[in-house]
């Protein structure tokens, strides 16, 4: 056998590869599994962008390379819908690419900035990808720990002026995965100070910036960074469009590092399928009432589930945005233990907080992606667990 490089060797196996072969044991003996694992919606992409790629996929024009950077319709569609959503205004040329899925671009922006050394701030617990692609980049991951009784925000003042120095990219995500906080504008403005001293470019993934209850309307680091000078921020189609298995996304901010992304990717990969670009097209320039629709199923599924949750005597807040709930394991429990439990005792699958880094353990994270009806028969069986 031919030794694969140490930089794949030194990659911990995928959060959910080891979660899916717990479940894959458990199921082998007969348990019905309730899966609150995965933040994938189990609502179906709305009919109009299914129709929209039946029609692009019969044109021989679509089945040819794409763009690298992605049709300039589709980066005008972008920019539209950006100007519409946050009142900033991108020029679809230079400060927008397409990017199939958000995690793509989250994973190569790395390689276009860091090489042997150079650090990168990385939230913890946060998105997994942020640390792997540092390391696979060569990068040293700087944690950045989110901590309960500061919102799950991270604290600047804690960090090593050295650290700062040396530090070329920051990972932010609000709506945050997996705790489900969200930042308010001083964070920002914060932000965007520290990036101003230390020359820093701010990634911010915005996966679920179009997911939010009670009236709370995420907002773009752009209206923060109004020319452009710190930050790119990562959006997906995913999660507002139940689009997951389509890999479509965008990434749009400073134009260099929308030219060095880009430069990159036109390297590794080819784009974006067009009859996807198209379907995308419409997702973001049509009717938005699926959208709607999608908000209030998540807003009940996450007030029955955070309801439930405390008459089982766990402690959790409810989240103003994404689809994850974010709650303690309760007293004398690891977060694997629990969720061993969990899985082993109710057939209930959650995952362990720390798989989202070190800073996760002790909490569990809930994905909200599951109908009403088994999100009740969770909860039943969670009140007749012995903590
Ligand atoms: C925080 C965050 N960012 C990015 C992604 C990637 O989304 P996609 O690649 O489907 O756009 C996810 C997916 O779960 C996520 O949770």
Redesign the pocket.
């Known amino acids: 056998m031919v030794k694969p490089a140490s930089r794949v060797e030194q990659i911990p196996p995928y959060l959910f590869a080891r979660i899916d072969k717990m479940k894959e044991e458990v199921r082998k003996e007969g348990i019905d599994l309730i899966d609150f694992s995965i ?1 994938d919606p189990d609502i179906p992409t709305p009919p109009h962008i299914i129709e929209k790629m039946q029609e692009a996929i019969k044109d021989p024009r679509n089945h040819k390379y794409p763009s690298y950077e992605g049709m300039i319709e589709y980066r005008r569609a972008v920019s539209n819908w950006y100007h519409k959503r946050f009142g900033v205004k991108l020029n679809p040329e230079h400060e927008v690419v397409a990017l199939i ?4 671009g ?1 994973a190569h922006m790395p390689w276009a900035y860091i090489g042997n050394g150079d650090v990168v701030l990385v939230p913890s617990p946060g ?1 997994p990808v942020y640390k792997i692609s540092t390391l696979l980049a060569g990068g040293i991951p700087h944690i950045l720990p989110l901590r309960e009784q500061n919102r799950f925000l991270p604290q600047f003042d804690n960090v090593p002026d050295d650290v700062l120095k040396k530090a070329k990219i920051l990972f932010i ?1 609000y709506p945050n ?1 997996p705790t489900g906080a969200h930042a308010d504008d001083s964070f920002y403005e914060n932000v965007i100070d520290i990036a101003k001293k230390y020359n820093i470019l701010i990634c911010h ?1 915005a ?1 679920y910036s179009e997911i939010a209850y009670d009236g709370y309307q995420p907002k773009s680091i752009l209206q923060f960074d109004k020319e452009k000078q710190y930050s790119v921020e990562f959006h ?1 189609l ?1 999660k507002t469009y139940c689009m ?1 298995g389509w890999r479509i ?1 965008f990434a749009v901010g400073n134009q260099d590092a929308i030219f060095n992304l880009t430069k990159l990717k036109t390297n590794i990969d080819s784009g974006v399928f067009q009859a996807i670009q198209y379907a995308a097209i419409e997702a973001l320039e049509g009717k938005q009432d699926s959208v709607e629709a999608l908000k209030k199923i998540f807003q009940r599924r996450r007030d029955m589930t955070v309801d439930g949750l405390l008459s089982a005597g766990i402690k959790v807040s409810k989240p103003l945005a994404t689809f994850y709930i974010w709650a303690k394991v309760p007293e004398g429990y690891t977060s694997a233990s629990f969720c061993e439990k969990l899985i082993k005792e109710k057939g209930i699958v959650v995952t362990p907080g720390n798989g989202f880094g070190d800073e996760g353990e002790g909490y569990f994270r809930i994905s909200i992606t599951i109908n009403e009806k088994r999100i009740g028969e969770a909860i039943e069986r969670l009140k007749t667990m012995k903590l």
């Open positions: 933040g899925g958000s995690k793509e989250i998105y995500n995965n993934d996966a997906s995913s997951t996304g």
